[in-house]
């Protein structure tokens, strides 16, 4: 079974779902109310015990009814959270979700500024035991840490680029192997909408590979002086919500199984655009035998 270690955005979310959000200031009664630790690298953690592989998760949780929550649902997920560090007096970072019936959403995040930013306790030690590490840029400290621990070890370092102050981003693409951005990360980062121009002006600051997620149309990634792309396949979208997430748990794995970036693609493609079908965030990821069966038979079609 293959191992992926996971740091980073480890949030107690409350997603809502309304029949429409509205302009203007009202009360409106959601139809439908989930309760999940989640956030983003938490979210691809659990999508990769659900893939089936074997997820750990590292990041701080605050000594409060959230982060006790948030590392039950989690363990209950089936990853790895033994690991985790409960700052006393720290809160848990917490967000409401609205989706509308649209798939729009409105999200609200609440990170706790005092929660101790210091990566020295990280039991890097253990990262030999892992296939590859995936994290995000909301704990830049930790991020940084595992990415060149992670690196020296020759371990696949997958980085998710999304929307983040870019002096951030700017320094911990450099420290990963692979980098995928959210489109609007990217786009505002290398400065133009144009998605191969863009990936083409990354690419030539880092020495990593690079590559961006763009909703319907899929995944696209530099392949030396060419751009390559693996496409989504269509489904029903009832919330979109962490399918980014599980994207990068899927990529993950797959890089920890030795795929190609080809490979590694389109089974983190299926296993996103499969999350979509349901509302619940990343409740919705897929397990491995619905992913394999999708991919099968769109080989023989």
């Known amino acids: 079974m293959a191992a992926v270690l996971c740091l980073g955005a480890c949030v107690f979310d409350t997603i809502l779902r309304v029949p429409a959000i509205p302009p203007a200031p009202a009360k409106v009664l959601a139809s439908a109310c989930v309760q999940i630790g989640s956030g983003m690298s938490s979210s691809a953690a659990a999508a990769v015990a659900r893939l089936g592989g074997r997820a750990e998760l590292w990041g701080r949780v605050g000594d409060d ?4 929550q948030f590392l039950a649902d989690l363990a209950g997920a089936g990853v790895d959270v033994s690991q985790m560090r409960v700052v006393p007096g720290g809160r848990t970072p917490v967000s409401t979700i609205v989706i509308d019936e649209s798939g729009q959403r409105l999200i609200v995040p609440y990170y706790d500024p005092t929660l101790d930013r210091d990566p020295s306790w990280l039991p890097v030690e253990r990262i030999a035991r892992f296939g590859a590490v995936a994290t995000d840029p909301r704990w830049p400290e930790g991020a940084a840490r595992l990415l060149d621990d992670a690196r020296r070890a020759g371990i696949p370092a997958l980085f998710d680029a999304d929307t983040a102050p870019r002096a951030v981003l700017n320094d911990l693409i450099g420290r990963a192997s692979h980098v995928v951005f959210s489109e609007p990360a990217l786009i505002d980062l290398a400065g133009t909408g144009d998605i191969a121009a863009a ?17 319907e149309r899929g995944f696209f990634w530099r392949e030396g002086a060419h751009i390559r792309h693996v496409p989504a396949p269509t489904v029903a979208a009832v919330d979109t919500l962490a399918a980014g997430d599980v994207f990068h748990g899927a990529f993950a794995l797959a890089l920890a199984e ?10 983190a493609n299926i296993a996103a655009s499969l999350k979509c079908r349901s509302f619940g965030g990343r409740l919705g990821t897929p ?5 394999d069966a999708f991919l099968a038979a769109s080989n023989h079609v």
């Open 287 to 291: 397990d491995r035998a619905e992913v």
């Open 65 to 68: 009814m959230a982060g006790r």
């Open 199 to 215: 990936l083409h002006a990354v690419a030539a600051r880092i020495d990593g590979l690079v590559g961006v997620t763009a909703g």
């Open 258 to 267: 030795g795929r190609t970036v080809a490979d590694a693609g389109r089974f």
